[in-house]
DNA sequence: TGTTTGTAGTTAGCTTGGCTAAGTACAGTA
DNA sequence: TACTGTACTTAGCCAAGCTAACTACAAACA
């Protein structure tokens, strides 16, 4: 249990991690493309569907991007119809973005897309594998890996 | 465990895991910028690198790209001295792209950056934690994500 | 032989999505 | 009132994806 062994392990981790990131990624992103959701776009989407309205801001930091990006990016879905921006009654400086109809229904249609194409992957897995992904993605997500 | 139990199982994971994947990868992009390796220079690069030279197609193809942007790839890597281009004596339309020495030194460099970047993250975790990733991270590589 | 068809790669031009720097508008405070 | 901080936008740069159209060459064949 030296640093040395230790450290060893964690390294060959991170870089499992880091290589099947780089597959999953690519594998889900030609299906992502077939909804008409861009990676970035399909994320921060979930966001506000499944966290509700937010600000530029806590947008910015869940996706770990600054603001610029975000603001330009909410200025895409705005005008494509994904999002609707409101303003705030205490804090006018404050921009809320909210899915619209159809921007819950694209994601909900991307989402399932994107998950019979990987569900047909997970599915051939053993019960005990799939639970030990679910795992590892809450803890990644846990992570903040800002 | 009906189907759709099952089903609702597997797409919340697979969310999860294509959220923490665009996180993830986002992380060690922006600490490779600092590097002077994009995430695609890295990926061709490591193509290259280990798997002896390569046409600009068996690039393509490997990265999954479309050939203007493995060109445009090569001609960067090129101006930085990453690579070298070489002619094909038997067929004078096909390019070899060789890593040089520098390449490779810059490669091994930033490939280490990265996936120490990410063990640092990592090294916080309950080993318990940092078990499920291991596992998950080999669950995922038996997937052939490709 | 010459022509046609196919293939490897490049060029041009568009788009998205990162970034920084600088600006605007507002809030909070001394 | 003036100053400082905060939330967001604008402007502009860059990398990296794409398609369409081009060049150069190879291969097949009438």
Known sequence: MSDNASGDAIVDTADRLHSAAIHLLRRVARHDAQSGLSS?????????????????????????????????????????????????????????LRATERGKCILRDARSRRVHDLADLLAVLPAEDRATLQRAAEILDGLSLG
Chains 1, 2 share one sequence.
């Open 40 to 96: 970035a776009r399909l994320s921060a989407l979930s966001v506000i569907v499944y966290g509700g309205p937010v600000t530029i801001g806590e947008l910015a930091r869940a996706e770990q991007v600054t603001l610029p990006t975000i603001s330009r990016l909410a200025q895409g879905m705005e005008r494509d119809g994904l999002v609707e921006r409101e303003g705030d009654d205490a804090d006018r400086r404050v921009v809320h």
